[in-house]
């Protein structure tokens, strides 16, 4: 069936150190990716998604592209910041699934 | 437009009695979609409805759970006879469609003492 990885967390990094966290995803068909971001004590909120291959998604300084050949899609930013500290879950949906796949999220905390 | 709705935030039961959740998907969403969240925990998928018909209920105990989505008001999870391992959070997301991405909750979180 359709899954997805991520890093194992927790990220620790100080603010202004460059973020990676690694998405790679198995799937039947041509998935949308999204990454999802969740705050302390709140839902999911969409950080940025793509919907097909070589595409890039974007929002609030984060980026990820959609790799094919590496069925991959991972997120990076420049420059973390404190306020970024929050769980971060890489999903899928693809046209034979019939739900959203999340990953297992991965925690970030940015020490000042 | 106002997002996913969700209520209550916060519910306490003893063990053994009912709970009840409700979910508001935002307005033209017809896909609605519970998830469990455990402490410290990702997401687990339970179940994804469409108005009046559960599409895909493969994640969700079969005794105790259930819910509907009906053709007015929110849709409902309702778990019986609550067990202490019950105690989680439970997020709803909407959808217009299958594909598009799913709009979130804030969250009920359950506890059972």
């Known amino acids: 069936g359709d899954s997805v990885t991520q890093m194992e967390g927790p990220v620790t990094l100080s603010e202004e150190a460059f973020l990676t966290i690694n998405c790679t995803y198995t799937?039947?068909?041509?998935?949308?990716l999204f990454w999802y971001v969740q705050y302390p004590g709140e839902g999911l909120q969409l950080l940025l998604k793509a919907t097909k291959a070589d595409d890039k998604g974007s929002n609030k300084g984060f980026e990820a592209t959609y790799r094919k050949e590496t069925t991959s899609f991972h997120l990076e930013k420049g420059s973390v910041q404190v306020s970024d500290s929050a769980v971060y879950f890489c999903?899928?949906?693809?046209?034979?699934?019939?739900?959203?796949?999340f990953g297992p999220g991965t925690r970030l905390s940015v020490l000042p | 437009n106002a997002g996913v709705m969700q209520n209550p935030r916060h519910l306490v039961r003893r063990r053994g009695q009912e709970a009840r959740l409700r979910c508001s998907p935002m307005?033209?969403?017809?896909?609605v979609y519970w998830y469990r969240q455990l402490p410290e925990e990702g997401l687990k998928f339970m179940v994804y409805l469409q108005k009046e018909n559960i599409i895909d209920e493969s994640g969700m105990p079969k005794e105790r759970f259930s819910a509907e989505f009906p053709k007015e008001g929110p849709s409902i999870l309702r778990i019986q006879q609550v067990v202490r391992g019950d105690s989680a959070a439970y997020f709803c997301?909407?959808?217009?469609?299958?594909?598009?991405?799913?709009?979130f909750g804030p969250g009920t979180r359950l506890t059972v003492t």
């Open positions: 307005k033209g969403h017809s896909h």
């Open positions: 999903a899928l949906s693809t046209n034979y699934g019939q739900n959203f796949v």
């Open positions: 799937a039947t068909g041509y998935p949308s």
């Open positions: 997301a909407s959808s217009p469609n299958a594909l598009d991405e799913q709009y």
